[in-house]
């Protein structure tokens, strides 16, 4: 069975930083493209970034260009998210989520952060 | 980017009733992606590549479209069919959802 579970959210000040991971299980994490995705409160879903299998590709979304880092230890079967320069508006619940080709086949059950002074 | 645009915004439906939700994309793409999310969960992968059943999903719902308009469609609703349904499309960067419906029971 496939599992995703995030850990690291937390209560932040505005500017701060935040690491988030994401454990992974029930599958062979080397093999796949991984994905952030986060969901603020009461609203939809917005894509943060992505990485490939081997991490020779990345990509962001402008709103966090520059300020988020998101990387992987396949050996650690382990996805990161490196959160800089907090804002209010990065208040969400981050999901990681198993990439299949351009869609998003399983989801975590999500790690909130609140950047709040 | 590619926006998509869902209708309706909410809607309501009886046990029994055909409900069709709509996802335009202000540019075409290749294919859309559907989930649920039930209230306080995780969303679910539940149509992908346009009409394909993700693993689980009951054969009442279906999915179609092209270009730029896309549809899904539950035959029958049921109960457990009440929740938030997001559209996504992958065909190009950065990958973009639908605002959502919200999906009641009436």
């Known amino acids: 069975e496939v599992q995703l579970v995030e850990s690291g959210g937390g209560l932040v000040q505005p500017g701060r930083s935040l690491k988030l991971s994401c454990l992974a299980s029930g599958f062979t994490f080397s093999n796949y493209g991984m994905n952030w995705i986060r969901q603020a409160p009461g609203k939809g879903l917005e894509w943060v970034a992505s990485i490939s299998s081997s991490s020779s590709y990345i990509y962001y979304a402008d709103t966090v260009k520059g300020r988020f880092t998101i990387s992987r230890d396949n050996a650690k079967n382990t996805l990161y998210l490196q959160m800089t320069s907090l804002r209010s508006e990065d208040t969400a619940l981050y999901y990681c989520?198993?990439?299949?080709?351009?869609?998003?086949?399983?989801w975590g059950q999500g790690t909130l952060v609140t950047v709040s002074s | 980017e590619i926006v998509l645009t869902q209708s309706p915004t909410t809607m309501a439906a009886s046990p029994g009733e055909k409900v069709t939700l709509t996802c335009r994309a202000s540019?075409?793409?290749?294919?859309m992606h559907w989930y649920q999310q039930r209230s306080g969960a995780s969303p679910k992968l539940w149509i992908y590549?346009?009409?394909k059943l993700a693993s689980g999903v009951p054969n009442r719902f279906s999915g179609s479209g092209s270009g730029t308009s896309y549809s899904l469609t539950i035959n029958s609703m049921e109960t457990e069919d009440a929740a938030t349904y997001y559209c996504q499309q992958g065909s190009s960067y950065p990958p973009t959802f639908g605002a959502g419906t919200k999906l009641e029971l009436k």
């Open positions: 540019s075409s793409v290749s294919y």
């Open positions: 590549e346009t009409s």
């Open positions: 989520a198993r990439g299949e080709l351009n869609w998003f086949a399983y």
